[in-house]
């Protein structure tokens, strides 16, 4: 094998680990590599070198932020007696485009899964429990995917949290069975808002 398809190969095998990149749409972004500037090639390493160390969970919600707190837990224009609970923070910023939802956010950080061997006891529930019992939480509303992993979630989360005197609601499945929050369009996220429904 020649020294460049053994680097080639390398690089096409590093971003096939990227979610929904498989094989050829790694060639193609290996092919668009090798034309860029080396200017442009540095920038973007800068970028993903700045991402990587000044990108971290918000303290209180698990959300990415460049500081200790995101801007939505420390805005004052939040509803705080609300709050939604996602899988991943790709879905918080799914849902902010839909401009329907005015309430604070809590990442799981990742579903029960068991095909991977993830429970209920892995989910990261702890600050989420704690803000509750610290009072001023009316209403939990469950956003995890539409999938079995969001489903078996989203059940274990009402478990945990019925027993405390909160509204528990999830949003309205208008949205496809299978789907994943982050992949669909604002106005059907929208209106699974507008029309949640009670589950506790």
Known sequence: MSSFSKIFNELVKGLSCFPGVGRRSAERM??????????????????????????????????????DVCSICSSDKREKDIICVVEEPKD????EKTSRYNGLYYCLLGS????????GEDLNLRKLISR????????IVISTDPD??????????????????????????????????????????????LERKAVA
């Open 148 to 193: 079995h992993d969001g489903e078996l979630t989203a059940q274990f989360v009402v478990q945990k949290l019925s027993k405390y005197n909160i509204k528990i609601y999830r949003i309205a499945i208008g949205i496809p069975l299978g789907a994943q929050i982050e992949y669909i369009d604002s106005a059907t996220l929208g209106k699974a808002f």
């Open 92 to 95: 918080i910023m799914a849902i």
């Open 132 to 139: 509750i019992e610290q009072g001023g939480v009316k209403e």
């Open 30 to 67: 290996v092919f668009y590599i090798l034309k860029m500037q080396p200017d442009q090639i540095k920038e973007l390493a800068k970028k993903m070198e700045e991402i990587h160390n000044y990108i971290k969970p918000c303290k209180i919600c698990n959300n990415f932020s460049t500081k």
């Open 112 to 119: 029960i899964s068991p095909m991977e061997g993830i429970g």
